[in-house]
Each structure stands twice: as structure tokens, then as C-alpha cells.
């Protein structure tokens, strides 16, 4: 799907956020952009999100982070119908900081953001955990 191939909303904020992108991005980075997330608008377009496999870091190609957060909160926008989504960066462990996409309000409240930390920091153990058993029963661990 190419830019022009994006289904017209009426004025759907995802529409609206793509419009101010288009313009303050970089021609090039809009299209890697664009690339990323028309398959995930497609899909939340024909509901049909719960199956897709999501993952922002490029495929072959680096992708910049810019970018990466860009299609983070295009994503956040298509499906919250909000345009106040943010990204934040959040310690969580050793592994080095976490982004995640949040609305405005969160983001502004540092209580709230220590306990997406900590939720983030209890799946990160438990999946920890799940990975030990799975190895230990020889079963695949790519989750």
C-alpha cells in the first residue's frame, strides 16, 4: 500500500497525524515510516489485528529510532483515536531502558510510570521463569 493507497478516514486522527508527519518528516524516513505501519493501519482497518506479528525494528534495514517512535505513536493513534499519546523511556532492569507509548496524562505522572516499570520488570521475570521451564522440558523458547 503506498501513500496514496491509505484508506481516506474522515477525519480520523490516525489521518490527521499522518498529515502533520508527511510534512515534518524527512521524505525518506516518511516513507519507511509508511512502510511499517500500512500493514498494521490495513489490518486494524479489516479488524483483523489479533493475528499480526508487530515488530518495529526494520527487518533488514536499520531502522532509525525517529522512526520507530513515529510508528509507534501512528499505531497508538489508529487505535486509541487519541492524538496526546507519548513515548517515554523507563528503567526497568539491566537490559537497559524500555519505550512504551502512553497517553499525556501518564506520561506527566511519574507514579504511574514506576508501576508500568514495575509490571514491565514482573513479565520480564515471569517470562524469565516460562523460558527455564520450556528449556528444562526442551520446548522452544522464542517468546
Not at 493501519?41 to 515488530?55: N, P, Q, V
Request: aromatic residues 2%.
Amino acid at each position: 500500500m503506498s501513500e496514496s493507497e491509505i484508506p481516506p478516514g474522515e477525519g480520523r486522527p490516525v489521518d490527521v497525524y499522518l498529515d502533520l508527519l508527511s510534512i515534518r518528516m524527512d521524505t525518506e524516513d516518511y516513507r519507511l515510516l509508511l512502510s511499517v505501519v500500512e500493514p498494521v493501519l490495513r489490518a486494524i482497518e479489516e479488524h483483523r489485528l489479533s493475528g499480526l506479528d508487530l515488530a518495529l525494528d526494520g527487518g533488514d534495514e536499520e531502522l532509525p529510532q525517529e522512526v520507530r517512535d513515529e510508528a509507534a505513536l501512528v499505531i497508538a493513534t489508529a487505535v486509541t483515536g487519541r492524538m496526546d499519546n507519548e513515548v517515554v523511556e523507563l528503567e526497568v532492569d539491566e537490559s537497559g531502558p524500555v519505550r512504551v507509548v502512553t497517553d499525556a496524562t501518564t506520561a506527566a505522572d511519574p507514579s504511574r510510570l514506576d508501576e508500568i516499570a514495575d509490571y514491565i520488570r514482573q513479565r520480564h521475570r515471569q517470562n524469565d521463569e516460562l523460558r527455564g521451564i520450556a528449556e528444562v522440558s526442551g520446548l522452544p523458547t522464542d517468546f
